[in-house]
């Protein structure tokens, strides 16, 4: 038997139920084989008091220190989060925090690995944990981790540290492992595995009658992703609004919706665009069956489920060449690779309502893609790495 104790301060929880739901579904995932047990450790980050009486840390603050969730025994500890330091303290607040715990988890769950899920601050704490405990480290990278935290000066001398002293790495995408290996991070030790995609959850639909159901009528463009600078909406809006009759659909939610109002405003597309906010997986199935295309305009991603979870619903995706995109882009039937800028995001979107791609061809580019194959795919490097720990097998230099 297999234990796994993952740490990751991306997960889900009553007050943001999607918050790194990518981390929980692969959790759940591995979870469900025989051969496997794991538990689960959620650090909360929060401010000093009074900060944490904020509407944005209010419910944060209050969630139970250790919970079931979804099956899985979670603990939620809080640690000291200090604002405007850029997350300089973040990873020895979080050792802090961690160290009295780790040793009572244990007792209860004698794990075998600790499993960080994102590489800052989660992976340098679990380096500090694993050294102290005697067990072996693996640590993911799936985007900002490491191509912000690892390139800050208060926090990349702590990321490109832990990467070389991890037992072993995820990335998730090959463009993502050589990022990596170009920080300074020992490739032998870096694993790339592709994420999963529910291909039971996002299938393909009546496109015409999953738009009637949403009250769509015409070409409908979805774009998916928090409302945050990275992510571009701006770009696919200005796009949109040089073709006329195409609607915009954008899910999501974060600091730069009103920009983004303003901006339809000012180009007059109140009648073409509309910000959905966070929906729940169940519709967001929904709409990316009824959209022609999904255009995303990142600056950079590792390796973006909504790609993933749009081809699984058969419809194809517009992004630019970041991360692992051309892993997910192999063919012209999934979609179009185009630089970042308004004109080359209308010029691919063009193409693909011109001549849409049948959503069955679509949705077979990802069919290998499932999360039964992610588990146990990570299930074979984790317990590469218990075996290999102490006999030699991974240098920790």
Known sequence: MLRVLVLSTLFPDASRPRFGSFVERQTLALAERADTELSVIAPRGLPPWPLRTLPRYRALATLPEREEWKSLQVYRPAFL????????????????TLTPMIEEVRSDFPFDIIAAEFFFPDGVAAVELGRRLGVPVSIKARGSDVHHWGRLPRTGAQVRAAGRAADGML?????????????????????????GVDLDRFVPRDRADA??????????????????????????????????????????EGPERQHLTDLIAKLGLQDRVRLLGNIPHAELSAWLAAADAMALASEREGLANAWLEALASGTPVVIPEVGGARQVVREAVAGRLVARTP????????????????????????????????????????????SGHGNGLVSAN
């Open 81 to 96: 989060n200090l604002p405007m330091t850029g997350g300089r303290f973040h990873a020895t607040a979080l050792i802090e």
């Open 171 to 195: 990335a998730v995408s090959e463009a993502m492992r050589e990022d990596m290996i170009a920080l300074g991070m020992p490739g032998e030790r870096i694993e790339a595995i592709i994420t």
């Open 211 to 252: 738009k009637a159901r949403l009250g769509v009528h015409g070409p409908l463009v979805l774009s998916v992703g928090a409302l945050i600078p990275l992510k571009g909406h701006d770009i696919v809006l200005q796009a949109v609004s040089s073709m006329p009759g195409v609607m915009l659909c954008i899910a999501g």
């Open 343 to 386: 004109e080359a995001f209308a010029a691919g979107i063009a193409e693909i309502l011109a001549d849409p791609p049948a959503p069955g061809a679509v949705r077979a580019t990802v069919a290998p893609f499932t999360w039964a194959a992610n588990a146990e795919r990570l299930h074979a490097y984790f317990a590469h790495l218990v």
